[in-house]
């Protein structure tokens, strides 16, 4: 699942084709983003919820591994909550448990620009959203040509996306959740600092805790990183399930 004013295809492009080598990848484009059609009305998190549970029925009755990043990191450790048969293994980048008084701020200017100026909220997302020593790597003209990707991908649904954003709390959930589960952090995130991720962490039974020398932006700055810590934990998580099972059976 995608961040906020990203999609399917922006958000996973640098990372689907290593996950998709072993196993088989849905990535949804949520409401508001790529060619999905909704009302216009505001998003809310039971809706997005329902459409990652409409792609998981495409598994069948199987249980499936969740993917998640900022936004879509919200929504789906809600999934994992709410339907915690469902979901075996979970991933979690740059997402939180409940929106604080300085990111609503953000996600309130965010929804702003996107109505207004996007040219101006490509400039916003860009400066908040790599790390400093990523961006003094880039010549002006690196940088124009950034601003011209950003704000020709933006989501047409990012004011609803970051009004949403705005008024999380999915704090009272979290201890229902029962899949193996990493949160990702980012060192130098400035739109959900890492003390949120670890927050998150923490809230989660059992959840494991790993961190990245990038900004949240991190699908630009640390693709490779990013993948093998994915990776990581859903073949770990694998041979834990093997294990187990396969101790229940000589226990049988």
Known sequence: MHGTSSSAETNWAALLPGLAQRRRCL????????????????????????????????AGD???DLVGYSLGGV??????????????RLVLFGAWARTDSRMRLLFTLWQSLARSDRR???RMLLLNGVSEAFIAR???????GMLRRFGASLAPGSDRQAGLDAIIDITPLLPRIRAATLVIGMRHDQMVPPA????????IGGASYAEIDSGHLVMLEQPERLLALIEQ???????????????????S
């Open 138 to 144: 880039m010549d002006d003209a690196t940088v124009e």
């Open 233 to 251: 934990h859903l073949d770990a998580a694998a041979t834990e399930t093997s294990e187990l099972q396969a101790n229940t059976l000589n226990r």
């Open 120 to 122: 101006q909220l490509a």
């Open 62 to 64: 199987q249980p499936v």
């Open 196 to 203: 949120h991720c670890r927050a998150l962490a923490e809230a």
């Open 27 to 58: 990535a949804p484009d949520l409401a508001g983003s790529g060619e999905t059609r909704d009302d216009g009305a505001p998003l809310t998190l039971d809706a997005l919820v329902g459409q990652v549970r409409d792609c998981m029925a495409l």
């Open 75 to 88: 929504v789906a450790a809600t999934a994992a909550a709410l339907m915690p048969e469902r979901v075996r």
